[in-house]
C-alpha cells in the first residue's frame, strides 16, 4: 500500500501524511530515490546541513569494518600518522604540518579557544559559517564583521582595511558559507602572505573538493611555508563523514603544536581507518562531483524559471533570494518534509538549500512551484 504513495498525492496533502507515518521500517530513509519513500514534517527530507546524500563509500565502510578489530585499542597514532603521510604527499606539505581533529569543527572552536585564552579579537566576514565566532563570541572574544561586495563575494580590501592591532586571527571561508562564493586565488594568496606578518589567517576550506572553478586554489601549501597560516579541511563533506567526524588541520609546526596542546578532543580510530581509504577513493568523489552538478542544474533551472534571485555554488549547497522571512519559508516547506537551512543575518529573507540527490531537488523545485510560485 505505501509503495502506491505517489509524490503527487503527497504535494496535494492530505491522506498520504497519514499513511506516511505508518511507514515503519523506511521511516528513517530520507531520500526521494528510495521508492515509496514520503518525506514528512517530522522526517524530511534533509536538505538543512550541506551532508552528503550518498552516504561514505564503499571503500571507506569496508575499511571501517576492517578497523572493527582493533577499535577496542588505545593508541591508534602509528595508523594517524599514515593518514597525515598520505594526505601530506596529496598537498604537497609534510606530516609534520597536519593534525586531525573530531571534525573541522573542532579546530574552529580550539582557534577560538586559544583567542578567548590568549587575547585579541577576530576578524570575519558576514555572512559566514558560525562555528568559530559563535564559540569565540561565548568566551567573550570581540568579533569584527565586515560585509561581502556587491557580489556576494568576500572582499580582501576591506578586511585589510578592517584591520587593527587587536586582531589576532583573520578567519575566513573559502568556498563561503552560506554564500557559494569563492575568493580570487591569486588574491587571497598575497592576503594570506602579507596579513600572517601580523595576525594568524585561518582559511576554512570545508567545501574544497566541491569547487570546478579555475579562479580557485588551496591554500594548504602556504601552510609548510607561511608561519602563521591555518587551513582546515573537512571529511563530513565530499567523504560524507559527517556522523564518523574527521577534521584535518594544516599549519606551521608552531600552529600544530599550539592547536593539539589546547584540542580536548582525541580522534575516531574508525573515522581515521576510513578516511584513508575514502581520500583514495577518487571514482566515489567524482561520482559525488558529478550528481552534485546535476542537482545544482536542476535548481538553478527552477531559479532561472522564476528570476530567483541567487549567486553560482561552488559547493553543495544554494543561496538564494526568499522573497519573505527565512523561518517563514523554512516553516513552509518543512510542511512539504523538506528542511532547508537556518537565517544567516544579515540576509534574514534569503535561504540556503543542501543539494540531496537529483530525485530530491526535483522535488525541491515541485515544491517551490507549488507553494511559491
Ligand atoms: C564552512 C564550514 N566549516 C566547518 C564545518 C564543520 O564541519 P565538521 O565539523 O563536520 O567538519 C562546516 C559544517 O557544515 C562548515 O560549513
Redo the contacts with the bound molecule.
Sequence with gaps: MTDNISRRDWLKGGSAIAVAMMMGSRANAQDMAVPGWVPTPENPLRLS??ENPYGISKVARNAIIDALDTAHLYGRRASQNELAEQLAEMEGVNAENITFSG????I?KTLGLITAMEGGAVLTVDPT?H?LTRYAIARDVPIIHVPVDDSMTIDLDLLKAAYTDDISIIYL?NPN?PLPTIMEKTKLREFCIEMSQKCLVFI?E??HEFVENDDYATMVPLTATHENIVV?R???KIHGF?GI?L?IGYGSKKWIAKINEYMTGSTNHLAVSGAKASFKDMATQNFVRRKNQESLAIVYKLFAKHNVKHVKSNTNFLFFEAGMPTSEMRDRFRKHGIAIGREFPPYTDWCRVSMGKPEDMEYFAEVYEKEFT
Design positions: 546541513s550541506n571534525g573541522s569543527g573542532e574552529l559559517y562555528g571561508v558559507n576554512d570545508a567545501y582546515a573537512t571529511a563530513s559527517a567526524r577534521g
